[in-house]
């Protein structure tokens, strides 16, 4: 009996190895505005400036807008390291088309006066002016509450004034009126502070609880509560 010889079987067609496929690539993930704030904080807050300023230069997802660049101030960085990301964003923002606006202004004003640089905070404020950046009411109340605490009452009433005056552009807020009187009942000037009160409530603006703590401080303080 003959053998069947598997060299007489039909042979099969060999398969083609196919290319190994490589896995689809995850989607990159999406980069919010916290997440690259913190890590501008970080940097600002680890690295030396000339370390600094070239990692900041090169941050993936850093957007130099008024946003961002507020959101960053308001982290409170070293206060020389923010002033020089303040300068450093109106350089490198520049081809975009940004500059600096009332808001990052306020930002940079606030931290210079809660350091108690207070000239350097009305340097930065000329400067705002002479930009023609208009301020508004937030900024007017961040300048007189650092010239009070520094002990500048007329400063800050000064301030007030001016504020007052452009009305056309800029009126005084509720909050702005409550910081005034404030401002007058710790000076122990509480005639200007009862004009000041008359003056918001005759604006229309209804006392909030925060106006009501200050007269109730002020009257305990006195001796009527």
Not at 3 to 20: A, K, M, N, T, V
Not at 34 to 43: F, H, K, N, P, T
Not at 113 to 129: I, K, N, T
Not at 198 to 205: D, F, R, T
């Amino acid at each position: 009996m003959l053998r069947r010889s598997r060299h007489f079987l039909p042979s099969r067609p060999r398969r083609r190895p196919q290319p190994r496929r490589n896995p689809p690539a995850e989607p990159a993930a999406p980069t919010y505005t916290r997440d690259v704030v913190r890590r501008v904080y970080s940097i600002l807050r680890d690295h030396p400036w000339s370390a600094a300023r070239p990692l900041l230069l090169s941050l993936p997802g850093l957007t130099w807008d008024s946003h961002t660049v507020a959101r960053v101030l308001k982290t409170h960085p070293p206060l020389q390291k923010a002033f020089l990301f303040f300068r450093l964003a109106a350089g490198a923002g520049a081809g975009a088309g940004f500059r600096h606006d009332r808001f990052t202004y306020t930002s940079m004003l606030h931290l210079l006066g809660e350091a108690g640089r207070v000239p350097a905070m009305l340097r930065l404020l000329a400067e705002m002016l002479r930009a023609g950046v208009d301020p508004d009411a937030a900024t007017f109340t961040t300048v007189m509450h650092w010239l009070a605490r520094a002990g500048d009452v007329d400063g800050a009433m000064r301030v007030w004034e001016e504020m007052r005056a452009r009305r056309g552009r800029c009126r005084p807020t509720l909050v702005s009126y409550t910081a005034c009187v404030k401002i007058l009942f710790d000076a122990g000037r509480p005639a200007e502070a009862g004009r000041v009160f008359e003056e918001m409530v005759a604006e229309g603006l209804r006392p909030s609880c925060k106006t009501y703590t200050v007269l109730i401080e002020h009257l305990a303080n006195v001796g009527c509560v």
